[in-house]
């Protein structure tokens, strides 16, 4: 995160190759939401040209907290991975399913740290998952629901240090690939 500027309450940033203004609108504690800008709106605040209560309160009046937080969330998931638009609306959903998750994650998303006031299910924070296992901080996330969802197998596969799909280079997929029309064959 590059903050480029700070106006008042406002913060202006770059982040996830985009540019945001970022606003608290917590009654009593801190809540940050970021708005995406165009090329131009960033301009013109740089340039004073454009007050940024203005534009939150333009742009901020159309969109809900809940869709700031998921396009946000959304951005950061095209920059670490390549998922499509069909797949991102899934990792939403599913992390939708349980909020204190879906917040937490936003807050990393934010910050690009781990809470320091983390979720723990079953003695495991996302924090630990990623530190001590082959996950991405989604990967970790999605792990707590697993957790919370089947934790008697979610320990069992962590206690088996996660067992993966099984993934072949193309010499074994051509011997599996053989193997299987022979046994047609013998048919």
């Given at each position: 995160?590059?903050?480029?500027?700070?106006?008042?309450?406002?913060?202006?940033?770059?982040?996830?190759?985009?540019?945001?203004?970022?606003?608290?609108?917590?009654?009593?504690?801190?809540?940050?939401?970021?708005?995406?800008?165009?090329?131009?709106?960033?301009e013109e605040i740089q340039k004073e040209q454009t007050v940024p209560a203005?534009?939150?309160?333009?742009?901020?009046?159309?969109?809900?907290?809940?869709?700031?937080?998921?396009?946000?969330?959304?951005?950061?998931?095209?920059?670490?991975?390549?998922?499509?638009?069909?797949?991102?609306?899934?990792?939403?959903?599913?992390?939708?399913?349980?909020?204190?998750?879906?917040?937490?994650?936003?807050?990393?998303?934010?910050?690009?740290?781990?809470?320091?006031?983390?979720?723990?299910?079953?003695?495991?924070?996302?924090?630990?998952?990623?530190?001590?296992?082959?996950?991405?901080?989604?990967?970790?996330?999605?792990?707590?629901?697993?957790?919370?969802?089947?934790?008697?197998?979610?320990?069992?596969?962590?206690?088996?240090?996660?067992?993966?799909?099984?993934?072949?280079?193309?010499?074994?997929?051509?011997?599996?690939?053989?193997?299987?029309?022979?046994?047609?064959?013998?048919?």
């Amino acid at each position: 995160m590059n903050i480029i500027k700070r106006c008042g309450r406002f913060v202006l940033l770059e982040q996830y190759g985009n540019k945001y203004i970022q606003y608290d609108v917590g009654v009593g504690k801190e809540e940050l939401l970021r708005i995406k800008l165009t090329e131009e709106e960033f301009e013109e605040i740089q340039k004073e040209q454009t007050v940024p209560a203005s534009i939150v309160n333009d742009l901020g009046g159309r969109c809900s907290s809940e869709e700031l937080r998921t396009a946000l969330i959304k951005d950061y998931l095209r920059t670490v991975s390549d998922y499509s638009e069909k797949r991102l609306d899934l990792i939403i959903q599913k992390l939708n399913s349980h909020k204190d998750v879906f917040f937490e994650f936003y807050e990393y998303v934010l910050y690009e740290e781990f809470s320091d006031n983390p979720i723990v299910v079953e003695g495991k924070t996302a924090r630990y998952l990623a530190s001590n296992y082959p996950l991405s901080p989604l990967g970790a996330y999605n792990y707590l629901i697993y957790l919370r969802d089947m934790p008697e197998k979610a320990l069992a596969d962590l206690n088996a240090g996660l067992p993966r799909r099984k993934v072949f280079d193309e010499k074994r997929v051509m011997e599996i690939q053989e193997l299987i029309r022979g046994e047609k064959s013998k048919s």
